[in-house]
Each structure stands twice: as structure tokens, then as C-alpha cells.
């Protein structure tokens, strides 16, 4: 088919898992039976890749795919990374992105449901009334965590038995994982792909502070990227929380002049946000200090370090998630863990 056809001209090669995890959704995609998939695989162990195909698979085959992700952010990474694979390889499928912020909804609904858009990326503004398919064909969902079951199930009754893949990095034990989505098939990517190293990690209380900033500065001057991820937008009474906004001032009177600060929280507007993403991304800002908003899904290869401030305040499967928005270049990258004052023993742990 066109679509495995694309394989070799990847400029990488597919890990392992990923050709598995792909030949099982070719193989039921050709069969009888309806496809119900969750793949799974830790942050970077390369989904999207499996996604992007299988839509192009449902629209080789005459059907409509649509892929929904939690965040504007996600969904427009998402859709930028099909664009390009479209362009890339000259494929004549259509393909939209559809958020809370898109303009000229109306011709879009009008196209989805002509059948004139064939790829449809978005939030979830996929799955309000007003977005009708003619011939929806697979339905993906992208860190399905975030998302209801009533939101799911929406998706997938825009069309008649679709195909279904949901994706998660939040490590679940199979055993689990059959409880929690029996009707599901698991396809598990266990492998990241070739030249990634694995994170080193540290956890180090307030102290450490001047020295991780000296360290950043370092990364920064090498060309490198940093996150430093912040609890909280604004100042609580009694909390000890550092604030976005004051947090990145502090930071700009601490590292040398030369490097951009930026900030990025949920209360911007999702275009402020794009554009602020878009500036990281092109490495206009060095050091992007944000709440957890980047912690699903945000791809930016040249990002090394992660340091996150009262790391005590997040649950696992966050510090997880914000882990993995490093390490996704060639080059090692680090992760550290900065607990608050007065913190148990124990939460350190």
C-alpha cells in the first residue's frame, strides 16, 4: 500500500515495537473485524509516528480519520508534524486543524462532512454537535488519560464502528490494563527509539538552586534548552509555591542577559500560547518556566534539561510526563527534582 510504502523513506528507522504496533493495526484495519487498540509507551517511544500512518492508511483506503488530543498545543503540534509528512511526501490528502481558537468553523464543518477533509486534528472541538462526517473511518485519541469514557464514546458514534486506537504513555500493568479496557487489544512500544539516551535524575532540595541554574546557563551556552516547570500561576496565601511570572523574572537577574526567559501558563490565551511554543521550538526562548500546561505531549528535541520547583506537589504520573518532555534529541539529558523546605522525608522518596 502507498502508506507502508512510506516506510523506508522515513529519515529514521521504526524501533521494534513500533513496526509491531504498526503491522498489527495493518492487519486488522484489512480484516473483517473492527481494530480497538490501545497503545501504549513510555514519553518519546515514538506514537505519534504509529498515528500519522494510520490515518494516512484510513484515508488511503477512501475513509475520513480524526485524531484528538487534550491541549491546542498538542493538537497543533500534532497536525504541523502530518503537514509536513503530507509535503514531505506529496500525498494528496486534506488535512485541518480544528480547536476552541480555529476561525471559520462553519466551512469547516461543511468540508468534514463532504468527506473534503479527509484528516482531521483537533481538541475537543471534534466532538461537538456541529462536527459531522461522511464516511469517518478510524478514531484516534491521543493521552486518552485526559479525556472521559462520554467523551471517547462521542467520538467514535460520528461514525459507524470506526476504528479505534487510544494512546497513552501513563505506564498501566497489563493486568490492569484489561480490567480498565477490556474491549481493548494492548500493543505495547517498549523500546525509545535509536540515539536516545536515557535521562540522568536528581533530587535535591532548595539549596542546590544556584548550582542547577549555573548548570542551565552551561546547557544553554551549548545550544541547548531548559523547562522549569512552577505549581502555580499565581501566589496563594501560605503557600510556598513559586509564582510563573515572578519565578521567570527571578531567573532572567539570575542567568546572564543573553538568554531568553519565557513563560507559559493556563491562563494565556491558547494563541499567546501557540506563539509562545512556536518560539521555544525555534529556540528564540532558551528557557521556557511554565506550569504543568507543558506536561502532555510537547516535542522539542533540543530541550536537555527539566528542572521542576516543589517536585513534592506533583503526583508520579505528571513528574513522569514532564520527565519525558526531555530527552528526545540525540544529546543526554537531565531532570532535576527541587523539593520545597519543611518537606517529609518520605515524599522525597
Known sequence: SETTALLPQLPFALTKGQKKCFSEICKKVKGQKRLNLLVQGDVGSGKTIIAILSMFLAAENGYQAVLMAPTEVLATQHYEELRHMLETYNLDYTAQLLTGSTKKKAAIYKKICS??????VGTHAVITEKVEFSNLGLVITDEQ???GVKQRETLEQKGIYPHNIVMSATPIPRTLGIILYGDLDISIID????????????????N??????RFIEKQVQEGHQ???ICPMVEESEGMDGENVIDYAERLRHELSSSVTVGILHGKMKPKEKNEIMEAFSENRIQV??????????????NATVMMVENAER???????????RVGRGQWQ???????GKNQAEKSKR
Open 226 to 228: 531548559v523547562y522549569v
Open 115 to 120: 468527506g473534503k477533509i479527509q484528516l482531521l
Open 333 to 339: 539529558s537531565y531532570c532535576i527534582f527541587i523539593h
Open 208 to 213: 542546590y538552586r544556584n548550582k542547577a541554574y
Open 191 to 206: 523500546e525509545l527509539p535509536a540515539q536516545r539516551l536515557p535521562i540522568k535524575n536528581c533530587v535535591v532540595d532548595t
Open 288 to 301: 521556557l518556566v511554565s506550569t504543568t500546561v507543558v506536561e502532555v505531549g510537547v516535542n522539542v528535541p
Open 145 to 147: 488519560h485526559r479525556f
Open 314 to 324: 506533583f503526583g508520579l504520573a505528571q513528574l513522569h510526563q514532564l520527565r519525558g
